[in-house]
């Protein structure tokens, strides 16, 4: 019994440490939060953020894409969500006369805004728990893979019996390791169009130098507008179609942010992994994450070379090259701050006290049986994370697996299938050729082959891909030389001269083409040594890990659970908050433009500022936007935040806009797996900034003009008058 006591104040102050961890339900803040956030300045309350029957302010948010979070901030439409979320839409825009990844673009006028394709934004209609139903006749005898076809059978059924208008859809996911499940109802637009975006000297500032560090000054921010049919209901793109009218568009605040105010991000963050056992956090750390940031580091050196001399290469290759060295910093951040905050000992010490508790427990010796399965499954999960950093980033080896692909399935579906299937490769192939160069990526081959057949040992490579290795002497580049210059895969042409033959032929050539002999040598080898081994223990991790959340759960009786982020609809808050990065450090929670023109360098691919403006900055012209004579650019907060966040709106105590997130600090990037307080921040753009670049910089003021601009502080009377009143 004192045992328990004992744990149980330990595990409360752990609590209160933490106030400001978590992602959560927004349909579950009245009974999870809605105190707490009072407690923090919140002025609203939970109705305001997440009801049924009104607009709520879950009704101005989106997934953009799947990928990022926009907000809608007026009456007709318009979306704001970062410069990062809306590249690859700016950049297939982009040439080298019409380049708008340098010189920004705006519309004047709706006319003028640009479409894309493929682009979609999905709003959440309302969510429901539907755990009893989806676990119907699932008893805990069966094992994982009747299990999941039981589950799966139930959210059919759910699904179809769900009520919902012909425009909407339905989505269920697990939770909290599949003890839960919710449904989701949704309105996906596909009409969206580009209105306006700062160049990338504003928008991403700073560039890969800046990126996951504090202080920041990127003003990363672009604009878009959602289009709908007359009806105001979804609608594919059409010239006809009118800007969404919302249920709820976001105010924005003109008064800015202070230390200490609340504030609370709303989004889709992607995945976190806030609950694995001392294994799998030691596998990622020490195993998974060098791995991938060794590849890494030996792609980017090549093209990082390419893009600082060619034009043409840095247009190519800007946003594959964000994309990789984005995760590549992060993966180091947080090795090193795993280590810094001590995650692992912190793992073993609530593992010991766990244990204690599920003494005498059906829980007891769960934790070690799976911490035995991530260590017997460890050296796989890194050879695997070899090969699908080799087949991402040596784009011949992916294109060469997408032919792959197209061939097994024409194979499946039958004789008459293969022109349907080349229609769509060729098509999947022909705009990611307009971002190839061969040269490049030969480079790259080269170095990641030698780092591939270094690390990985041979007999988990397997005979077929080893013996082309062999032939070429065992040299990255002499393997190289054989496929960049011989392969179908070195133009969009030869290729698609290589497909356009019969099925047979082209399945038979598959084996003499190099760059397709070597992928399916490596991949067949994969597929057997690692993914096999892999796959097989992962139904009895599943397993246990769902036991093990089962138990925290039941154990720990005083703790609240947030779900591990999986691209739902979450809700974070904390406080406007500097924090102390090392020893003798301490840092401010905002900065202003002065940073942006101490790192000003001109002519430099990370640091150059616009003329424009230097301009506005040397002569103060700051419009209503500054602030005693500053012009804020970029603050932090303690919202616990992941990627996918990106673009989410971060909101006052009233619920209006003050700032868009778009980064985690670099001692904080750990966040995803260990949670600290103390130093784990998420950066936002301070939404003045953004007001000041379109109006001032961009002189878009007609879009300023759709807003609806709000003073809170300036109209809420203070608290100590109205006490004293
Ligand atoms: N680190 C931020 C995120 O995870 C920003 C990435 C975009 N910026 C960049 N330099 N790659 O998405
Ligand atoms: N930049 C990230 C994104 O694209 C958000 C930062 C983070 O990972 O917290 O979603």
Not at 175 to 203: C, H, M, Q
Not at 650 to 677: H, Q
Request: net charge neutral.
């Amino acid at each position: 019994m004192r045992k328990f006591l004992l744990l149980a104040g330990l595990f409360v102050a752990h609590l209160t440490a933490r106030a400001t961890e978590g992602m959560w339900l927004p349909h579950l803040l009245t009974s999870l939060n809605e105190k707490e956030m009072k407690g923090m300045g919140m002025k609203i309350s939970a109705r305001d953020i997440y009801d049924l029957n009104k607009g709520s302010l879950k009704d101005a948010i989106v997934s953009f894409g799947g990928f990022c979070t926009g907000e809608i901030i007026s009456s007709q439409g318009l979306l704001l969500t970062n410069h990062h979320c809306g590249y690859g839409s700016i950049q297939k825009h982009s040439s080298l006369e019409h380049n708008y990844l340098d010189n920004g673009f705006w519309a004047r006028n709706q006319k003028e805004e640009l479409p894309n394709a493929g682009l979609y934004v999905t709003f959440i209609v309302r969510i429901e728990e539907v755990t009893a139903k989806a676990l119907e006749g699932v008893s805990s005898q069966l094992d994982e893979r009747a299990r999941q076809s039981a589950v799966d059978k139930n959210l059919a059924r759910i699904k179809n019996d769900t009520k919902r208008e012909s425009y909407q859809d339905v989505l269920i996911k697990p939770f909290f390791e599949a003890n839960k499940y919710y449904l989701f109802v949704t309105e996906t637009y596909n009409d969206v169009r580009l209105v306006g975006t700062p160049p990338s000297s504003i928008g991403k500032f700073g560039a890969d130098t800046d990126n996951w560090v504090w202080p920041r000054h990127t003003g990363d921010f672009s604009l878009f507008r959602v289009y709908a049919g007359k009806d105001n209901r979804p609608a594919d793109y059409s010239p006809d179609n009118v800007p969404l009218k919302p249920k709820h568009f976001l105010p924005v605040s003109l008064d800015g942010i202070a230390e200490n105010d609340f504030t609370m991000v709303f989004g889709f963050p992607g995945r976190t992994n806030e609950y694995l056992p001392y294994e799998a956090m030691k596998s990622i750390v020490q195993g998974q994450d060098p791995a991938k940031v060794q590849m890494r580091d030996a792609a980017l050196k090549v093209i990082d070379g390419f893009m600082r001399q060619d034009e043409q290469i840095k247009i190519q290759y800007s946003a594959k090259q964000a994309s990789t060295a984005n995760a590549w910093k992060k993966w180091i951040g947080e090795m090193q701050g795993v280590r810094q905050t001590g995650g692992l000992q912190r793992k073993l010490d609530f593992e010991k006290k766990f244990g204690q508790l599920a003494q005498g427990t059906a829980y007891n010796g769960l934790l070690d049986s799976l911490n035995a399965l991530y260590r017997e499954q460890a050296p796989y999960a890194v050879y695997r994370d070899y090969y699908n950093e080799l087949v991402r980033n040596v784009e011949m080896m992916n294109y060469a697996n997408e032919l792959l692909d197209a061939v097994q399935e024409a194979k499946k579906k039958g004789p008459d299938a293969w022109a349907g299937e080349r229609e769509k490769f060729l098509a999947k192939m022909k705009p990611l050729y307009k971002n190839y160069n061969n040269d490049v990526d030969k480079e790259v081959a080269t170095a990641l082959f030698d780092i591939y057949f270094k690390e990985v040992p041979s007999n988990k490579i397997g005979g077929e891909g080893y013996q082309i290795w062999m032939e070429t002497n065992k040299d990255g580049r002499t393997t190289a030389n054989k496929l960049y210059s011989q392969s179908a895969f070195r133009s969009y042409e030869q290729l698609e001269a290589f497909v356009n033959r019969p099925f047979n032929e082209v399945a038979a050539a598959l084996w003499t083409d190099p760059a397709s002999r070597f992928t399916i040598g490596i991949r067949n080898g994969f597929a057997e040594l690692v993914s096999k081994p892999y796959d097989a223990l992962q139904p009895q991790i599943n397993r246990l890990q769902r036991q093990y959340m089962q138990a925290q759960m039941e154990l720990l009786k005083d703790k609240r659970f947030y779900p591990d982020a999986n691209s739902t609809l979450r809700i974070t808050y904390g406080k406007v908050n500097g924090y102390k990065p090392r020893d003798a450090v301490q840092y401010d929670f905002i900065t202003t433009l002065d940073g942006v023109m101490e790192k000003y360098k001109p002519g430099d691919y990370e640091f150059d500022v616009p003329e424009k403006l230097r301009d506005l900055y040397a002569k103060k012209d700051f419009g209503p936007y500054g602030a005693n004579g500053k012009m804020p650019v970029c603050f932090i907060a303690s919202n616990h935040t992941t990627g996918g966040n990106s673009g989410s709106p971060a909101l006052d105590a009233y619920g209006n806009l003050v700032g868009l997130n778009f980064d985690r600090t670099w001692e904080g990037t750990m966040s995803d797996i260990n949670y600290d307080a103390s130093i784990c921040r998420n950066i936002m753009v301070d939404i003045r900034y953004v007001l000041f670049i379109m109006d001032k910089f961009a002189g878009a003021k007609h879009l300023v003009d759709e807003l609806k601009l709000v003073h809170p502080k300036k109209q809420a009377k203070p608290a100590v008058l109205k006490k004293a009143a």
